[in-house]
């Protein structure tokens, strides 16, 4: 079962790829995750660092942290691929991984796109493919 759709370890990005300037991925986001056939979204917070790193969490529900890499694809696109440990439907690790591919642009502090989602057993097997769409906005510092 899908527990994360974001990133994996991965070859760093070069320092550009992740500026602001070029509407990256660069920055923390509170986002919502809808898988297409599924009403129910999900929230998540992604991580995306200047060196190319990113990182996800799932809300208060729970679930494995995804690891991975993204990277800058022109004036305000960006996309992405992560892996998170694969866990069954309550919250046990089953062995395997799911792997997550998406594009997005970011407008500003906004940010949205579309993904697919794949799960390998510990073997290597598939389990599952879907795809979704996210949407997100900044996690900006706030006064105190």
């Not at 979204?41 to 494995?64: E, M």
């Not at 579309?114 to 949407?135: E, H, I, V, Y």
Request: hydrophobic letters at 35%; aromatic letters at 10%.
């Amino acid at each position: 079962m899908l527990a994360a759709a974001t990133v994996a370890p991965g070859v760093a990005a070069a320092e550009s790829e992740g500026s602001d300037e070029d509407g990256g991925l660069k920055g923390s986001w509170l986002s919502t995750v809808s898988f297409d056939g599924n009403p129910v979204p999900f929230g998540r917070v992604v991580s995306g660092y200047a060196s190319g790193g990113v990182v996800t969490n799932l809300d208060a529900g729970g679930g494995p942290t995804g690891l991975g890499t993204w990277k800058n694809t022109g004036h305000n696109g960006f996309a992405f691929t992560f892996y998170s440990a694969d866990t069954d439907q309550n919250g046990a690790p089953t062995g395997g991984l799911d792997k997550v591919r998406g594009v997005g642009t970011r407008t500003g502090n906004h940010i949205s796109g579309k993904f697919a989602a794949d799960g390998f057993d510990g073997a290597g097997n598939p389990t599952f493919s879907l795809t979704g769409t996210f949407d997100g906005e900044r996690i900006v510092v706030e006064p105190l």
